[in-house]
T-cell receptor, first 116, second 110 residues
Framework: EAEVAQSPRYKITEKSQAVAFWCDPISGHATLYWYRQILGQGPELLVQ????????DSQLPKDRFSAERLKGVDSTLKIQPAELGDSAMYLC??????????????FGQGTRLTVV | GDSVTQMEGPVTLSEEAFLTINCTYTATGYPSLFWYVQYPGEGLQLLLKATKADDKGSNKGFEATYRKETTSFHLEKGSVQVSDSAVYFCALNTGNQFYFGTGTSLTVIP
């Protein structure tokens, strides 16, 4: 069964350091999402791509976060510099084109980031 | 704006008890509705979905019916098991974005 791949699973970094997460969506999925999930809360959308284009990054803290999906396939989310408040689970998901309202999002296992 | 409101948790039930987790939504148009489940340290997994009014989604003994008149999509299971202990998220797809509820933690005790 096709899966969304994320790496690393766990990351511990010191504050002010740079950190990057990688995501490989399910083949053929045009839409890719990065979510942040704080313990005890629901996923919060950071950025949404349609192919290689950003369609929504309104909640992405652009002073420190960046995301790219250069060839419209895999994607990288970067934080520089990391702050203590960035400690969270970072989830990548993909779906068929979002305009297809009946499509579901498929999630990776996430990256648990701890900033110390 | 579009949103999902879920029943606050945590919920603790004895094995074989009946489960209901309430979910209501606000959306323009005709969204699709979903229930996802998340086990500790894992990503979200799709549990069931319904794409139009009066549709019933079902999987692994869980059911939810898309009620447009009450804008609800309540999750039910007739007899819960210890293995159902997890966090459950209600979600909707508006055709532009997914919206997730805050999650309801369920613990089932033997």
């Amino acid at each position: 069964e096709a899966e969304v791949a994320q790496s690393p699973r766990y990351k511990i970094t010191e504050k002010s350091q740079a950190v990057a997460f990688w995501c490989d969506p399910i083949s053929g999925h045009a839409t890719l999402y990065w979510y942040r999930q704080i313990l005890g809360q629901g996923p919060e959308l950071l950025v949404q791509f349609q192919d290689e284009s950003v369609v929504d990054d309104s909640q992405l803290p652009k002073d420190r976060f960046s995301a790219e999906r250069l060839k419209g396939v895999d994607s990288t989310l970067k934080i520089q510099p990391a702050e203590l408040g960035d400690s969270a689970m970072y989830l990548c998901a993909s779906s068929l084109a979002i305009e297809r309202r009946n499509t579901e999002a498929f999630f990776g296992q996430g990256t648990r980031l701890t900033v110390v | 704006g579009d949103s999902v409101t879920q029943m606050e948790g945590p919920v603790t039930l004895s094995e074989e008890a009946f489960l209901t987790i309430n979910c209501t939504y606000t959306a323009t148009g005709y969204p699709s509705l979903f229930w996802y489940v998340q086990y500790p340290g894992e990503g979200l997994q799709l549990l069931l979905k319904a794409t139009k009014a009066d549709d019933k989604g079902s999987n692994k003994g869980f059911e939810a019916t898309y009620r447009k008149e009450t804008t609800s999509f309540h999750l039910e299971k007739g007899s819960v098991q210890v293995s159902d202990s997890a966090v459950y998220f209600c979600a909707l797809n508006t055709g532009n974005q997914f919206y997730f509820g805050t999650g309801t933690s369920l613990t089932v005790i033997p």
